[in-house]
């Protein structure tokens, strides 16, 4: 018995070792090479140089921006489209930017009030037939503070054989017919729920009634010249979107394809794509637009207050810092992040299509040597 014991120990044991040595060795990205007397254009072009090692290296395959004071520092592609490297990524490729599409779709609500049409604390009951959960409001669930339980994934893998593409208004109807108990009191606290977001599409699409890809094209991307940003899911016509990225599994050079699946028929948590370029366009618009008003703008940075007195950092599809907010997300083969330091004037914006294990390393790295918002 004593045996098997030491057996299965070794074993337990050797299976934390690998696995110590993997993250701590193997997932791990080589440092910048910056000093304090590099002027602003050799710091990014050690940056660039940096970015090329690690795509050359299987470290890294996407798109880079940075920004200061409305003037793009560096905007370009590392690595391949698809999983067939046969068209180079450049800072016009749009890419799937995963949860960082929240902010997006908070951006199609504010324009909902500008025109009157909604308001922040209207209740989503007043929208939606049949919402299952009371004085939940569109607030509520741009802030994270609803309570409604974060299913829609769960009932839809529940009942896929009966789903062929499962739509927003599909997986609001599963939300109904589930009568799912709420988490908690609204504004009790903050929990992140992809959920929210597919329901502030689906209000979105019953107030306007436009699809989410269609009132998005018509209400922010067309009017801010962002030709490269555009919903995109299983219900889209791909035909129309020639800059589009796929996402693929890159492992130290062995590709392989990603596809989406039934579930990748919804929007509002995700499915907006875009590109380098366009997130110039996307910083501008948070300081100042001819789409919304500066007050109505503003109400995507105030920290919620809870019941309990305290507040949430969690704003309008943006996570509140002491300088700025910022954004990260991860589906099928996307990580990406998105940061803004409003002290200092500076975007950042990271985009990886390729089920990158190495994505938080290179994040951390850039933020170790704390040039992003120096430059």
């Given at each position: 018995m004593k045996i098997v014991l030491y057996i299965i120990l070794g074993i337990v044991i050797l299976v934390i070792g690998f696995f110590a040595w993997f993250f701590t060795f193997y997932l791990t990205v080589p440092e910048i090479k910056l000093n304090a007397e590099m002027s602003e254009t050799e710091r990014i072009e050690a940056i660039d140089i940096w970015f090329q090692n690690l795509q050359e290296s299987y470290k890294f395959n996407g798109v880079v921006f940075f920004s200061k004071n409305g003037r793009i520092l560096l905007s370009k592609g590392y690595g391949f489209t698809d999983y067939q490297k046969d068209k180079i990524l450049t800072n016009e490729s749009s890419l799937r930017l995963a949860s960082v599409s929240k902010q997006f779709t908070a951006a199609g609500i504010l324009r909902l009030i500008e025109k009157n049409l909604v308001n922040l604390d209207d209740d989503v009951k007043k929208i939606i037939p049949n919402f299952p959960y009371e004085n939940i409001t569109i607030r509520n669930l741009l802030n994270q503070t609803s309570g409604v339980p974060d299913i829609y994934l769960e009932l839809a893998e529940k009942n896929k054989e009966d789903i062929d593409i499962l739509t927003n208004q599909k997986a609001i109807e599963l939300i109904i017919e589930e009568q799912r108990k709420i988490n908690f009191k609204p504004n009790e606290k903050y929990e992140y729920s992809n959920t929210n977001y597919i329901i502030l599409a689906r209000v979105i699409e019953i107030i306007s009634e436009f699809s989410f890809e269609e009132y998005m094209k018509r209400e922010i991307f067309v009017p801010l010249g962002m030709n490269?940003?555009?919903?995109?899911?299983?219900?889209?016509?791909?035909?129309?979107?020639?800059?589009?990225?796929?996402?693929?599994?890159?492992?130290?050079?062995?590709?392989?394809?990603?596809?989406?699946?039934?579930?990748?028929?919804?929007?509002?948590?995700?499915?907006?794509?875009?590109?380098?370029?366009?997130?110039?366009?996307?910083?501008?618009?948070?300081?100042?637009?001819?789409?919304?008003?500066?007050?109505?703008?503003?109400?995507?940075?105030?920290?919620?207050?809870?019941?309990?007195?305290?507040?949430?950092?969690?704003?309008?599809?943006?996570?509140?810092?002491?300088?700025?907010?910022?954004?990260?997300?991860?589906?099928?083969?996307?990580n990406t992040v998105i940061m803004r330091n409003t002290n200092k004037k500076t975007c950042t914006a990271i985009f990886d299509n390729s089920s990158n294990l190495f994505f938080d390393k290179i994040i951390q790295e850039l933020g170790k040597v704390k040039k992003v918002d120096n430059m």
């Open positions: 490269n940003t555009r919903v995109w899911n299983l219900l889209s016509d791909e035909s129309t979107f020639p800059n589009k990225a796929n996402d693929f599994n890159n492992l130290k050079g062995n590709v392989t394809e990603l596809k989406p699946s039934f579930i990748d028929g919804v929007a509002g948590d995700g499915a907006v794509f875009s590109s380098a370029n366009d997130m110039l366009i996307w910083d501008r618009f948070w300081y100042q637009n001819d789409l919304i008003s500066e007050a109505i703008l503003k109400e995507a940075f105030k920290k919620p207050e809870l019941l309990n007195g305290m507040k949430s950092d969690y704003g309008f599809g943006w996570l509140l810092t002491e300088n700025g907010m910022w954004h990260n997300g991860a589906w099928l083969g996307a």
